[in-house]
């Protein structure tokens, strides 16, 4: 068993010979550093124990020296974000999609649907009102055929409409992300798949919109954004049209439905087709508000 005494002349061991070998191999026994064993007559330096000079500490490199900070270089800056997932560090807003020219296209196509809306209502109730007076089966069959040119008009221009709506509202969507709005539900495009499926789209659509309104009066805290009547009355009307529609269309698919089946069909399109001319009118207010908001963020800079 060995003890020590290192430079602070404090004692210390005993310890076994491989451990004290084992720090000695290590550099931890600095030179000056002495021993002891039972049976020496007196201190001695450590390293006549193993008759060899300590070893040196183990060599590390010396420290980096400080440089000077490099100049900024804009050519290798970080490529940027895509422009809907800027946040807020944006400039000064611009239009990255154009929203006013999309804005008039949209609301030419849904006021077209508004006066279409009311021809085919007031055409559904004047056949409504001559099939209770004649109660004809013949008239009711080529009151229906009248009908039907009125629906593949109307579609086609639905069909044109609400593109027109999709590209407007997609374009407001992107705006929104790249003047800062966080946390808005999905991505651009997603908000406008959401439009074609079926029963999920009675929740999301409304969720969409509701946020496109509040972030288009403040991108950066919508949240505490009010929310305008317009959009719950689209949509409840909206939706409505669409059950009313459903309705309607049962009496007259029948293998042979009667007058009073061709009664009641006209009777529920001519409703069916005033709320469509409601909706179709909040849905116009809907494109002028929000697109006047955001027009407003724009000339505000």
Known sequence: MIYLIRQ???????YPDEAVQGMYQRGQLPAGTLYWKQGMADWAPVHDLFDAPPPLPEDRPPPVPDLPEPEP????ERSPEPQWRARRSVGPRRWVRDVPDMAKATLITLSIMFGLGLVIAGFNFVAWLQLSAARDLELAQGLQSVGLFFDLFRTVCFLVSLTCFLFWFYRSQVNLRAWGADDLSGSPTSTVLWFFVPFANL???????????????????????????????????WVSAYFVGA?????I????PSVDDHLMFYLLAALAELIR???AWFAI??????T???QALVEAE
């Open 247 to 251: 309705m309607s269309a049962q009496f």
């Open 292 to 294: 006047a908001r955001q």
């Open 203 to 237: 929740f999301f659509i409304y969720k969409h919109v509701c946020e496109l309104w509040r972030a288009s009066g403040a991108p950066l805290d919508w949240r505490d954004q009010p929310l305008s009547r317009i959009v719950p009355y689209w949509w409840m009307l």
């Open 253 to 256: 698919t029948k293998v042979d």
């Open 277 to 279: 001319v409601g909706a």
């Open 73 to 76: 270089n804009p050519i290798y």
């Open 8 to 14: 602070d002349g404090q004692q210390e061991g005993p």
């Open 285 to 290: 207010q809907l494109v002028k508000g929000i």
